[in-house]
């Protein structure tokens, strides 16, 4: 290998690489399920995180809309007010 280049770190089977002994093998397997997982994992958070951030905004948007609406009926029940107090003067 030439001076300077980084060894490129080749993918073995473990079941058919010579000179392995079993034990070697459940190891190096037991490491790449852990690997998988700890991916998974990431990939997960990530999600969860997205579908956090919308149930939030939803829920904001219908608490926002709520007090939006109640604050139209009070302005409604005030306008109905006036015009019964109007019909009563008229």
Same mark, same amino acid.
Do not use: C, H, K
């Given at each position: 290998?030439? %001076? @300077?280049?980084? !060894?490129?770190?080749?993918?073995?089977?473990? =079941?058919?690489?010579? +000179?392995?002994?079993?034990?070697?093998?459940?190891?190096?397997?037991?490491v790449?399920?852990?690997?998988?997982?700890?991916?998974?994992?990431?990939?997960? %958070? @990530?999600?969860? !995180?997205?579908?956090?951030?919308?149930?939030? =905004?939803?829920?904001? +948007?219908?608490?926002?809309?709520?007090?939006?609406?109640?604050?139209?009926?009070?302005?409604?029940?005030?306008?109905?007010?006036?015009a019964?107090?109007? %019909?009563?003067?008229?």
């Amino acid at each position: 290998e030439p %001076r @300077g280049e980084a !060894a490129v770190a080749r993918r073995i089977d473990p =079941a058919r690489e010579p +000179g392995l002994s079993p034990e070697q093998r459940r190891l190096m397997a037991e490491v790449e399920r852990v690997q998988r997982q700890r991916a998974l994992q990431r990939r997960l %958070r @990530g999600r969860n !995180a997205l579908l956090g951030i919308g149930i939030g =905004a939803v829920v904001l +948007g219908i608490y926002g809309y709520t007090f939006y609406s109640v604050s139209q009926e009070r302005f409604l029940d005030e306008l109905e007010q006036e015009a019964e107090a109007a %019909r009563a003067w008229a």
